[in-house]
């Protein structure tokens, strides 16, 4: 079965939702019905979609259009909720004292019992968290009661939208609702920060400036260590198996587990190891399930002694250039500095 809000993304109708309080319980109850509801930030209009539900994120992905699976930013009604699901450190703590609600992401270690879905934290072992600013909107998080995967409500690559009329000329069709919040006012996104390394790493420049970060904190390192692009889509910080993977495979090899899509091939074994995305070869489908196999097939395999990962081939339309993004990069050779920087 497909997702609800992925059956035909060109004819939906798009709700417009005044932010009052029957446009903020309707938004809030398709959110918890796994419904794709643009909403207006502080900083910028996110596309939210819930976190723990990976069809409703590969939703997102699909509805903007985007050719990778960057990690997405959690949205939350306030401090305590964001650090139930990332474990905020004394700085983490003090910075969400000082600036939250407002235009700060933090990346901090995503919890164990952590229940936003790998897709939105594209497997990392971090999540990058916020509170945004907007009483409409934190009341709507309130109410949907569980995280909010929300990236900039624009289709990829455009310009990422401040008013709701923006998102409606982008996305408009393609989602189900908007809660129009009126303008944004910082109209520029959140400025990302890593926490969960030794020094506080600026990741992305944004609404709250470093300055007024350092002045709580102390010292923020504003490059990336030499050779390390800053953004996680950019290499192997997004989820990389410890396994190699083979792209384009016609089946699994001898000591190979099988990332499958469509029916299996003959030649597969009783015995193989197999995840498959789809049975039904839905590239929806194949999304949601993405990275959770590879987590599957690399733990697994490790733990049977298996030397590889065998991907079969996946169509490139629609979100099938993503998936073959991020296994190109899960097979692209690794520096063995970063092979196990993170999980
Ligand atoms: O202001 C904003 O942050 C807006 C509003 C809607 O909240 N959201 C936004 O999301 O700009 P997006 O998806 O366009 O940008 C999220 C940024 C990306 O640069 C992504 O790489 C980074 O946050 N990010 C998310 N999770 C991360 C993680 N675990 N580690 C490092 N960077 C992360
Ligand atoms: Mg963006």
């Known amino acids: 079965m497909r997702h609800p809000a992925a059956q035909d993304p060109e004819r939906v109708t798009t709700e417009r939702l005044d932010a009052d309080t029957a446009g903020i319980v309707r938004a809030a109850h398709l959110l918890g019905q796994g419904r794709l509801v643009a909403f207006g930030t502080e900083t910028v209009y996110g596309l939210g979609a819930d976190a723990t539900d990976a069809r409703a994120v590969a939703a997102v992905f699909e509805a903007k259009h985007r050719p990778g699976f960057n990690p997405l930013i959690a949205h939350f009604a306030d401090a305590e909720a964001a650090f139930a699901e990332a474990e905020p450190s004394t700085l983490a703590r003090r910075l969400a004292d000082a600036f939250w609600p407002g235009a700060l992401t ?10 936003v879905c790998a897709l939105a934290c594209a497997g990392l072992a971090t999540l990058a968290v ?22 900039s409500a624009n289709p990829s690559g455009g310009v990422s939208p401040s008013t709701a009329d923006h998102v409606m000329a982008g996305l408009g069709g393609r989602i189900d609702a908007i809660l129009d919040c009126g303008p944004c006012g910082v109209g520029l996104e959140s400025t990302v920060l890593d926490l969960a390394g030794d020094t506080p790493t600026l ?32 290499l192997a910080s997004h989820y990389a198996p410890s396994l190699p993977v083979r792209l384009d495979a016609a089946g699994a090899g001898h000591m190979e587990a099988l990332l499958a899509f469509g029916p299996l091939p ?6 193989t190891l197999v995840w ?9 489908e194949a999304a949601a399930r993405l990275f959770s196999g590879l987590r599957h097939l690399d733990d697994q395999g490790r733990r049977q002694g298996l030397t590889g990962i065998a ?14 993004d991020r296994l190109q ?3 692209a050779p690794r ?3 970063l092979r196990h920087a993170t999980g």
């Open 106 to 115: 933090m990346v901090l270690p995503r919890r164990a019992t952590s229940t």
């Open 130 to 151: 916020r509170v945004p600013g907007g009483e409409a909107v934190r009341e709507m998080l309130r109410m949907v009661g569980r995280p909010v995967a929300a990236p």
């Open 203 to 234: 990741l992305r420049p944004g609404g709250i400036s470093v300055e007024a970060i350092e002045l709580v904190i102390g010292p923020v390192r504003r490059l990336a260590p030499a050779g390390l692009p800053a953004s996680p889509g950019m």
């Open 266 to 271: 003959d030649t597969t074994k009783r015995e």
């Open 276 to 284: 498959n995305l789809s049975p039904g070869g839905d590239l929806h």
């Open 311 to 324: 991907a079969m081939s996946i169509p490139s339309d629609g979100l099938g250039l993503a998936i073959r």
């Open 329 to 331: 990069r899960a097979a």
């Open 335 to 337: 520096p063995g500095h």
